[in-house]
């Protein structure tokens, strides 16, 4: 019995265990054989390497906020539009983070009908929110979101002339 055990460890050891160092085995992993310092550069050289592929694609979405026009709405209830409350402009804003945050989720690789369809429900919600909220979105608005939405078509990698007759991916769905 002891030299069964003997030999069947003996083989679990040999068969966790790698002779070479691209990969280690189990054995080693759980029982301290280190990396050589080439394995951890490599490993952290990819790592650095997709992060830095998601931040720039994250950071061109988010970077289209500074486009969003909603702080100007806002100050044009002072001048007597009341359609422009907070509540109003903030819910609108919410669309527009609602569609960066979804395509930073599905990621740059996200094929091209994914990533449209975040854009039609983004401007179907904004249909939804202009037939609850009398005159939101005027012409002056519809200007500021097509433009919002051709920039945050761009920067998740579409081009916005390829959608709506040249008009851009708003002129899809939109009713304003």
């Known amino acids: 019995m002891k030299t ?7 083989l679990t050891i ?10 280690m085995g189990l054995f080693d992993k759980l029982f301290g054989k280190k990396e050589t310092p080439k394995q951890t550069e490599n490993n952290s050289t990819n790592i650095d390497k997709a992060k830095q592929i998601n931040v720039s694609y994250q950071s061109k979405l988010i970077a289209t906020k500074q486009f969003y026009p909603f702080k100007n709405w806002r100050e044009n209830y002072d001048e007597g539009l009341t359609q422009y409350t907070e509540e109003n402009c903030n819910r609108t804003k919410k669309i527009f983070d609602d569609l960066i945050d979804s395509l930073i989720h599905i990621g740059e690789d996200a094929n091209e009908n994914e990533k449209i369809k975040q854009f039609k429900t983004a401007i179907l919600n904004t249909n939804k929110m202009n037939d609850e909220i ?3 979105i005027e012409t002056g608005e519809r200007e500021d979101l097509c433009e919002l939405t051709d920039k ?15 008009e851009g991916l708003a002129s899809e769905w939109r009713e304003w």
């Open 4 to 10: 069964a055990i003997t030999i069947i460890l003996t």
């Open 14 to 23: 040999i068969s966790c265990s790698t002779k070479d160092n691209k990969n």
């Open 134 to 136: 009398d005159d939101l």
């Open 152 to 166: 945050i078509t761009i920067a998740c990698g579409l081009d916005p002339k390829k959608f709506g007759d040249g």
